[in-house]
């Protein structure tokens, strides 16, 4: 004998609504417009196939718009997800400042100008408008960073990790490359120092130990083989204590009495002294470069603010070396990229840098400036009445890699919502147009605005009106 709750389940069967009444709602229709009718189709069946599912096992709820109305619902969750999963902006609220997962650096608005002004159809990427003749591309980028850095000449790839490959590959695939066994790390990301040495064909020779590595250990090591002494920034990772390495001079020089090459990747490689802000040991590229390095490797888009590439930079005949290599061919950058980089060192090289990049701009923000904005947002915030929010005392993170010791001190929000736990206040505003990217310590939602724009606030203001 059927149940009442068989009977309940095959009436919702029965009731089930046509494919064709979800493809009339708006969402459907605005789906069908943006990506397609077929598209519009495959939503609608996932979201048929899930009430239908949910009616067999019982557990779909009882609606007042009806069935139709959840499978509208259903219908919108799915291509929301379609949506969130493609790139799309995002609020950074956390405070860490090159967030790898966030996108590292955002560009400053003369790097945005650039990109859509100089890169973004025709260009001269490769045309010398004075001769009418093949130009090379990157020239005034490599330029800029040559003279930025004192070094002789300079070249841009994809990222770092393909500058170190090349570097390598072209300077020492089939000798020995020199390096001390503490700076055998991992970056992160799948960056090993000994599985980047190995793929590029040079045979690694470590030496020293993992706290202390002497000039002389890598004198001793030096073979007639030997091709490149490689120093490496452990980035995100330090070893403190009883602990030694040898200068950059003191190895340039040692380099360069056997007639070998120094190769320093320095990671995020500052172009300018950020000693003042915490961030002591982050090497300085003019001085590697002034200390006799003959190649230095660092990233576009971590503390020099600007797009992903690796940069190179260091002695002429070096660089000449790597250019004419095969392996540049595949990893060379894209003419976005130069618009962007040029566009940002040329905020170097007139000295606001502080003012126009933003990831500067950001790392020299003091305490009291936030706490001015931040207090104002926590005004705004508390007229809501559901929330509360409090400022409390926190700390910025730089990230990416980069001056981990260094955790500028700020001033932070700290939310709690009436009805809604710290975690479905996190995934609510995670979830929101644009998303809002928060972080969760001691049952609060916490709001760092290092991270966030001016404009990004009065956005954050709009996502939060509608939270209520
Ligand atoms: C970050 C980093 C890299 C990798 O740089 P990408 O630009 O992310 O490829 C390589 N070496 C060091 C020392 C780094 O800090």
């Known amino acids: 004998m059927p149940t009442v709750s ?19 709602s708006g969402s459907a229709q605005k789906t069908a417009l943006e990506l397609g009718e077929e598209t519009a189709v495959k939503f609608a069946r996932i979201a048929l196939d899930e009430l239908r599912s949910e009616i067999l096992s019982g557990a779909a709820a009882d609606s007042r718009g009806g069935l139709l109305a959840l ?4 219908f919108e969750r799915v291509a929301g997800s379609e949506r969130r999963s493609g790139l799309r902006r995002a609020i950074n609220a956390t405070g860490v400042i090159i967030h790898t997962n966030l ?10 100008n650039a990109l859509v002004e100089n890169a973004s159809g025709y260009c001269n990427l490769e045309f010398d408008l004075e001769t009418g003749k093949r130009g090379r591309r990157g020239r005034r980028a490599e330029n800029l960073l040559a003279e930025l850095t004192g070094a002789e000449d300079a070249l841009i790839v994809n990222n770092c990790a393909a500058a170190a490959i090349l570097v390598l590959t072209a300077l020492a695939k089939g000798g020995e490359a020199v390096v001390s066994r503490g700076e055998l790390v991992e970056i992160g990301g799948d960056f090993r120092v000994p599985d980047v040495m190995a793929q590029s064909g040079a045979i690694m020779k470590e030496v020293g130990t993992t706290n202390r590595t002497k000039l002389a250990d890598y004198e001793h090591e ?32 040692l380099a360069h009495e056997n007639g070998i090459r120094l190769y320093e ?13 915490g961030l002591t040991d982050e090497p300085l590229i003019k001085r590697s470069i002034a200390d006799g390095a003959d190649v230095v490797t660092f990233s576009g888009d971590k503390l020099l603010g600007s797009a992903q590439a690796g940069l190179i930079v260091g002695k002429k005949d070096a660089i000449e070396i790597l250019r004419k290599h095969p392996f540049y061919r595949a990893l060379r950058a894209s003419k976005i990229i130069y618009a962007v980089l040029e566009a940002t060192l040329e905020s170097f090289k007139r000295g606001k840098h502080f003012d126009e990049i933003p990831v500067l701009r950001m790392i020299s923000t003091s305490e009291s400036e936030l706490e001015k904005r931040v207090t104002g947002l926590a005004a705004k915030l508390n007229e809501i009445s559901s929330l509360s929010a409090a400022v409390i005392e926190g700390r910025s993170v730089i990230g990416g890699g980069s001056a981990p010791m260094a955790q500028p001190a700020s ?3 700290a939310l709690t919502h009436e009805k809604l736990s710290v975690n479905e206040l996190e995934e609510k505003l995670r979830l929101s147009d644009p998303p809002v990217i928060t972080r969760i310590e ?27």
């Open 103 to 112: 996108g590292r650096a955002p560009l400053s608005e003369n790097a945005v």
């Open 71 to 74: 499978a509208i619902e259903k």
């Open 265 to 277: 990747d320095a990671g995020s490689g500052a172009l300018v002294d950020l000693s003042e802000f």
């Open 6 to 24: 068989d009977e309940k389940t095959n009436e919702q069967l029965r009731q089930l609504p046509a494919i064709n009444q979800i493809l009339e």
């Open 411 to 413: 001033k932070v929000l």
């Open 442 to 468: 001691e049952d609060k939602v916490l709001i760092d605005l290092r991270t966030v724009s001016n404009a990004e606030v009065d956005v954050l203001l709009e996502v939060f009106a509608q939270l209520d």
């Open 222 to 253: 030096i073979t007639f083989n030997t091709a490149l002494l490689v120093k490496v920034h452990p980035s995100n990772y330090r070893i403190v204590g009883f602990t030694s390495v040898p200068t950059v001079k003191e190895m340039a020089d």
